[in-house]
């Protein structure tokens, strides 16, 4: 049994969760249920990221004390989790006290690679983030992911030196110590490295008072990517709490649009701490709306409870994991969606339990005792986070026994009275469909309990169809 650490990108609380925050959890969870399934211990952080001055403008916008706003909204996401089906351990708000403490703590040990300087650039509030020339110039001076021109800044600043760490993190992704998924990610990852500068890692406070002060300057507040990505080792307690159970992680989900931090000023930091790196680093594409990035900054967002109530979580979860590729961007439309629910969900996969179930209690097939074994295949695409291919391999299954009951006909086998055929054929089926459910838990937790449920030794016809078809 091996200790496992997940972590997933604490989303920002300037507002309500979108359907594009289920991605990490949703392939967190996948990876987690599947770990657990294998045997091993699971901790699973999540949480909240609420300093910035995003953030508190908006709470100002709204006549809302920061600290109510936060909450409000990190509770928001919590409940989201919990809708998703997603089986956290571990939550975590920048804005506790004993994160704000730990990162600190943090700032300190990591002094020797920090220095104070002048910044003079541009930076977008809308990614938190300082934008090099050559950025401004290629985006014509406007972030494309938030559509709004880019601030120019002037001021005194705390640095933190990449240049110290360069080498080892290249050499860490080059040998896949710290592995990138996907592929094409690497090598972006690696071209962007070549050109790090050293990166700002404070703000004056007089421009940014909503986030953890710099330890030993009052002036300096602590530039909010560094509190955040603090956040998954001070959740495990460090540097209080020995973490070495279960850092380093081994996969870190993150958003492709976020990778950069986790792929280089993540890693400096833990070497600074002589931590190590995490194990894999998967970074997932983009849920679109209409072939544009859903944001609350753009204002096309999906409200991913419309979705979960149209049919439930597992729907949910099935056209996020199977037909929203891992890696790639992908849309969301309802047609789309209903479709999928419609066609796969509920003919493959929920007429072919019923059927099942149906005919063997008529027929009072008795239950054989079955092996349950997760294929090679299968295991290979799940431990390379192929999720969406993974999911694949298992439906294939499903609609193999579907061709196989049209084929073997066992209702014929019953009118003839071919007892044992009929007995052989039905368990050999149920065999295959519980193979494939085994290989589907990570996915649709909640069908899956069900459909163990219906063939436990003996076989209960469910009295709801898993998924009733939408009219
Ligand atoms: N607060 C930072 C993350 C800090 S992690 C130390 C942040 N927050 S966010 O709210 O903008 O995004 C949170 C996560 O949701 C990121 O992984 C991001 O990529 C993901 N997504 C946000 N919009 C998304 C889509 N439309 N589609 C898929 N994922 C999206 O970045």
Redesign the pocket.
């Known amino acids: 049994m091996r200790k496992t650490y997940i972590t997933?990108?604490?989303?920002?609380v300037n507002g309500a969760p979108?359907?594009?925050?289920a991605?990490?959890y949703c392939l967190a969870d996948v990876f987690a249920r599947y770990q657990m399934l294998i045997g091993n211990e699971v901790r699973f952080q999540a949480g909240t990221?609420e300093h910035g001055n995003k953030i508190f403008q908006k709470a100002n916008e709204l006549g809302l004390p920061v600290e109510d706003y936060v909450k409000e909204n990190s509770d928001k996401f919590k409940d989201f989790i919990h809708k998703l089906n997603v089986s956290y351990t571990d939550f975590v708000r920048t804005t506790d006290p004993e994160h704000e403490k730990r990162c600190q703590e943090i700032w300190m040990k990591l002094r020797d690679h920090i220095y104070p300087a002048k910044y003079e650039g541009w930076y977008c509030t809308g990614c938190e983030r300082f934008i090099t020339e050559k950025e401004y110039e290629e985006n014509h001076g406007i972030c494309p992911d938030h559509q709004k021109p880019y601030e120019r800044l002037e001021e005194e600043n705390y640095y933190f030196r990449i240049s110290d760490f360069k080498e080892s993190i290249t050499s860490a992704i080059e040998a896949e110590k710290l592995k990138i998924l996907p592929e094409f990610r690497k090598k972006e990852v690696l071209k962007l490295l070549e050109d790090t500068p050293d990166v700002s890692v404070s703000r004056p406070k007089s421009q940014l008072t909503w986030g953890v002060p710099v330890p030993d300057d009052e002036n300096q507040v602590m530039y909010v990517?560094i509190d955040?990505?603090a956040?998954?080792i001070t959740v495990l307690g460090y540097p209080d709490k020995d973490i070495s159970d279960w850092w380093p992680a081994a996969a870190q989900?993150?958003?492709?649009?976020?990778l950069r931090?986790?792929a280089i000023i993540w890693p400096a930091m833990l070497l600074g701490l002589g931590l190590p790196l995490p194990e894999n680093l998967v970074s997932?594409?983009?849920?679109?709306s209409d072939g544009q990035?859903?944001?609350k900054s753009i204002g096309n967002v999906i409200e991913p409870v419309e979705v979960i109530n149209k049919h439930g979580i597992d729907a949910f979860r099935y056209y996020f994991l199977r037909h929203i590729d891992t890696f790639a961007d992908s849309d969301f439309t309802w047609e789309k969606f209903e479709n999928a629910y419609n066609n796969e969900l509920a003919n493959d996969l929920g007429n072919l339990v019923q059927r099942l179930a149906t005919l063997a209690s008529k027929n009072n097939i008795v239950l054989d005792d079955y092996t349950l074994v997760l294929p090679e295949e299968y295991r290979a695409l799940m431990d390379n986070f192929e999720f969406s291919k993974a999911f694949d391999y298992a439906w294939e299954k499903v609609q193999g026994i579907n061709r196989r009951i049209d084929e073997e006909k066992p209702w014929s086998l019953a009118k003839e009275g071919k007892t044992e055929e009929l007995n052989a054929c039905m368990n050999s089926l149920i065999n295959a469909l519980l193979n494939a459910n085994l290989m589907l838990k990570p996915f649709l937790p909640n069908a899956c309990e069900k459909i163990s449920a219906a063939f436990d030794k003996t076989v209960t016809v469910p009295t709801q169809p898993l998924f009733p078809k939408s009219k």
């Open positions: 997933t990108a604490i989303p920002y979108h359907i594009g925050h991605m990490d990221d990517w955040a990505l956040n998954y989900f993150v958003g492709k649009d976020i931090f986790h997932h594409g983009m849920v679109l990035k859903m944001s």
